[in-house]
């Protein structure tokens, strides 16, 4: 429902206005970067349209329809969205995860691709909508209503679609079936099919406003410092929820990061060798987040030479860690720190060697630290 949408209240007003004004667009595509409340916004729509007795701010919650859709078991609400395919020709289409799928909604409709490919256990393989999709679109827009209101399909990243399925896609959209409304939610829409984006109306979702994400993380997790968790995600309530997940790892990423520091500083290589050894440990996506770690305090550390704290994203620790070390991140090598971090990223997603990964990533500290 609306009242679960985290901020957007623009957003809301106007789907609210254009549904009650009988205007509602047969195609309709939210963008917007991960965790501002795209899908959120697109199921509470459809909800507000299936629903038998809408109110003037939010479906009423009660009718049956509404009932449905806290399993998300409506027998007219359809869900298109990646996935990864094994060997049979019957696991490319998206029925295959469909209990998965409503389990992650179920959970919460603030979550990111990464999310959902550990729900389907993909390891390293790619997420998309394939070609056989295709016919199973056309199959369900082609029953008439269960409940006899309209039907509504919302596609979650299109833009991972099979050229194949996006054309028979856009063909749908062309002539849409009756009382049938499309909702696209995409983080990237520059690389949707043009000629699909040409025949939607697009709405872009800004990040959430800082209050809205303020109070949001206050209601439901009161003890913690959600002022500095909403300034850090920069608008992405999915970004907050993540940091308080890793609120234990980021202590740790934090120690790492100092010791790091420091012992490139004082040249410490064979200790180096042993902090190397300490992360290739710790797992590939816990290494994968150290790194986007300190990418960011690198980052931080870089701003706070400017002596603006209104730009700065920074726990009250890493704030005091960065009164000494901030100096030591400058123009010279700020670029060049943040390459060293993306390839090391890199090496680690395509299964290089840890140890070697990191070691290799310290030694060139010792160097880039005095330029």
């Known amino acids: 429902m609306f009242s679960q949408v985290v901020g957007q209240t623009d957003i809301k007003e106007r789907l609210l206005q254009e ?45 049956p329809s509404c009932r449905t859709f806290t399993h998300f078991v409506h027998p007219d609400l359809h869900f298109v969205f990646p996935i990864i395919k094994y060997k049979t020709a019957e696991s490319s289409v998206c029925d295959v995860y469909l209990d998965a799928w409503r389990k992650r909604l179920q959970a919460g409709l603030y979550f990111d691709l990464n999310d959902w490919l550990g729900d389907m256990k993909a390891e390293n393989q790619q997420a998309l909508i394939y070609a056989a999709e295709a016919a199973q679109i056309q199959r369900k827009l082609a029953l008439k ?61 800004k990040g959430i406003d800082h209050e809205s994400l303020v109070e949001a993380l206050r209601k439901t997790h009161p003890t913690e410092d959600v002022e500095a968790l909403a300034r850090n995600a920069r608008g992405s309530y999915t970004a907050a929820l993540k940091s308080l997940d890793a609120s234990r790892d980021n202590l740790l990423f934090f120690d790492l990061f100092v010791m790091l520091m420091r012992l490139s500083y004082q040249r410490k290589i064979k200790d180096m060798r042993k902090w190397s050894e300490q992360i290739a440990g710790m797992g590939r996506e816990r290494q994968k987040n150290f790194l986007t770690y300190c990418q960011r305090l690198v980052r931080e550390n870089f701003i706070y030479n400017f002596r603006r704290p209104e730009l700065n994203y920074l726990t009250a620790q890493e704030g005091d860690f960065a009164k000494n070390f901030a100096r030591f991140v400058n123009e010279r090598n700020v670029i060049k720190i943040m390459d060293e971090l993306s390839d090391a990223q890199q090496d680690i997603e395509q299964n290089v060697n840890p140890r070697i990964v990191f070691f290799d990533f310290a030694l060139k500290m010792i160097v880039l630290l005095i330029q």
């Open 19 to 63: 549904a009650q004004a009988g205007r509602v667009p047969h195609a309709l595509l939210l963008s917007g970067s991960s965790g501002c409340g795209k899908l959120a916004l697109a199921v509470s729509y459809a909800q507000y349209l299936l629903c038998h007795r809408p109110g003037a701010h939010d479906a009423c919650g009660e009718c």
């Open 145 to 205: 209503s269960t409940l006899g209101g309209r039907k509504a399909m919302i596609v979650w990243m299109p833009e991972k679609m099979n050229a194949e399925c996006a054309n028979k896609l856009l063909k749908l959209i062309e002539e849409p079936p009756e009382q049938t409304n499309f909702l696209l939610v995409s983080d990237e829409p520059e690389k949707i099919l043009p000629t699909i984006l040409s025949r939607t109306q697009q709405i872009e979702v």
